[in-house]
Each structure stands twice: as C-alpha cells, then as structure tokens.
C-alpha cells in the first residue's frame, strides 16, 4: 500500500510537472492529480479534457481540469463540453464537425421542402462574447454597491450582463430616478445635493449638526418663553375682568 502511494505520488508529479504543480492541484482540485486519462480536447479558456472508461466508474470518468486553478467557475465550461462532460453526447466538440460530416451521407432526406438554413439537426450556432470566459452571463454582476466585482477584475458602475425582463426594478429603464429636493452648498453653486432630509443629515458635517441643534434649542426655548408669556396675559386678563394694562 505505501508502494502504490509512493507510486502515485511519482506518476502524479512527472504527470503535472513537478512537485510544486502536484501540491497546487492537490491543493486546488482534491483528487484530480492523481486521476489519469486520455485527453480529449481544450477550450478558449484553458480547461483541460480528459477521459477513463477503465479505472472509474461512469459519472466520474469525464472530468476537466482548470486552466486557472486559483480562479476557477464552472462557468467557464462552455455548454458543448458541458454536454459532453454529463454523457450528453459521446463525441468531443473537437470532432464533432468531423461526426456530422461523416454521418451526412446516412440521413433521410424529407419529401417536404424546408427553408431551415442549418444543413444538419444541430441548428444555429450563434458566437458568443464571454467576459473572462463566463457562459453564464448571470455571473457577470457587481458584487456590491460601487465595488464591481473584484473576483471577474469588474470595474465598478459597470452595468450587470445578465438580461433583466422590461418592468424589472433591476432593468435600466425601469429604474426609479434619483429626484433631489436641495443642495447643502446651494449658495457656493453646488455639490451636496440630497433626495430627503434623512439623506441631508448623512451629508452634514459635525459643526453643521451642533449649529442646527443650537437653532433648535434656541427655537425651543421662544417658543416656551411665548407661551409663558401668554399664560400669564390670560391669568392677567381674568383677574382684571378681562381687561389688560399695556401693549402686547
């Protein structure tokens, strides 16, 4: 038993180029450094392809291996591959034109006439723009308000590229406008504006909350000086018959 792991360890190392890529994709990958096949192809993004009808059982003896084991989605596996990675299919991309046509001559022509441009059952290929090779465009979204996504090197403000229905509060036509109601810096010409006085509070600075809390004390402390003093007209007024002696 330690002679087969001593073994593996040697077959794994010559077969990843040495000691330090074995230790990364052990790392990285659990067991993939020591899962030997046959490899079937690679795509745009590196993704490596590989096959074992002997050693594994079916579900475990198609498996890929990252072009970039430190930021790897699975994503990034496009959907011909994907097929063929789940036993959608038997034939590898790579030579699935070589298949199609080598079938051609043992399909059925129809009797009927058919005006479909695609000359076989695969249908309309349409190219596609991936983004850091992401298939799935739902991936390519900002992680957080005004940060991007940092994982896809997304700048920030960038727009989200999954599609968003018309009527969404997500689409950009759909989305509430920002309607400010003042400006903090209004007499300087600008540059605090604020959509709400919640919103101006956030934008004020220390001095200007302890100025506006002082007006408002002082405000406070008037207008009970006023009602005071109106209190004591009225005791006066019913004391003198309803009659008061000087000016208001």
């Not at 509430?176 to 400006?183: A, H, L, P």
């Not at 934008?203 to 009602?227: G, M, P, S, V, Y």
């Given at each position: 038993?330690?002679?087969?792991?001593?073994?593996n360890?040697r077959?794994?190392?010559?077969?990843?180029?040495?000691?330090w890529?074995?230790?990364?994709h052990?790392?990285?990958n659990?067991d993939f450094?020591?899962?030997f096949g046959?490899?079937?192809?690679?795509?745009s993004?590196?993704?490596r392809?590989y096959e074992?009808r002997?050693?594994y059982?079916f579900?475990?003896?198609r498996?890929?291996?990252p072009g970039?084991v430190?930021n790897?989605?699975s994503?990034s596996?496009p959907?011909e591959?994907?097929?063929w990675?789940?036993?959608?299919?038997d034939?590898?991309?790579?030579?699935e034109?070589d298949?199609?046509?080598?079938?051609k001559?043992?399909f059925i022509?129809?009797?009927?006439?058919s005006?479909?441009?695609?000359g076989?059952n695969?249908?309309h290929?349409?190219?596609?723009?991936?983004f850091?090779?992401?298939?799935?465009?739902s991936?390519?979204?900002?992680r957080g308000y005004?940060i991007g996504?940092?994982?896809l090197?997304l700048?920030?403000?960038v727009?989200d590229a999954?599609?968003?229905?018309?009527?969404?509060p997500y689409h950009p036509?759909?989305?509430?406008?920002?309607v400010?109601?003042g400006?903090?810096?209004?007499?300087?010409?600008?540059?605090r504006p604020?959509k709400?006085e919640?919103?101006a509070?956030?934008?004020?600075?220390t001095?200007?909350k302890?100025?506006?809390?002082a007006?408002?004390?002082?405000h406070q402390?008037?207008?009970?000086?006023?009602f005071?003093?109106?209190a004591?007209?009225?005791?006066?007024r019913?004391?003198?018959?309803?009659t008061i002696?000087?000016s208001?």
């Amino acid at each position: 038993m330690v002679w087969s792991i001593v073994q593996n360890l040697r077959q794994g190392a010559q077969f990843r180029g040495g000691w330090w890529n074995l230790v990364l994709h052990m790392y990285t990958n659990g067991d993939f450094p020591f899962k030997f096949g046959t490899y079937m192809g690679c795509d745009s993004a590196g993704n490596r392809y590989y096959e074992n009808r002997v050693d594994y059982p079916f579900g475990q003896h198609r498996w890929v291996e990252p072009g970039d084991v430190n930021n790897f989605d699975s994503a990034s596996i496009p959907p011909e591959w994907h097929g063929w990675m789940t036993s959608m299919n038997d034939a590898p991309p790579n030579s699935e034109d070589d298949y199609v046509e080598a079938k051609k001559p043992y399909f059925i022509p129809l009797d009927i006439k058919s005006d479909a441009p695609a000359g076989d059952n695969l249908g309309h290929q349409e190219a596609l723009f991936n983004f850091k090779q992401m298939h799935n465009q739902s991936q390519i979204r900002s992680r957080g308000y005004n940060i991007g996504n940092p994982i896809l090197n997304l700048p920030p403000n960038v727009p989200d590229a999954y599609y968003t229905q018309p009527g969404s509060p997500y689409h950009p036509d759909f989305i509430k406008k920002r309607v400010d109601i003042g400006d903090l810096d209004e007499a300087a010409g600008g540059g605090r504006p604020y959509k709400s006085e919640k919103w101006a509070d956030r934008l004020r600075t220390t001095e200007e909350k302890e100025a506006l809390k002082a007006a408002a004390e002082e405000h406070q402390k008037k207008f009970i000086e006023k009602f005071q003093n109106r209190a004591k007209e009225q005791m006066a007024r019913r004391s003198r018959g309803g009659t008061i002696i000087g000016s208001r």
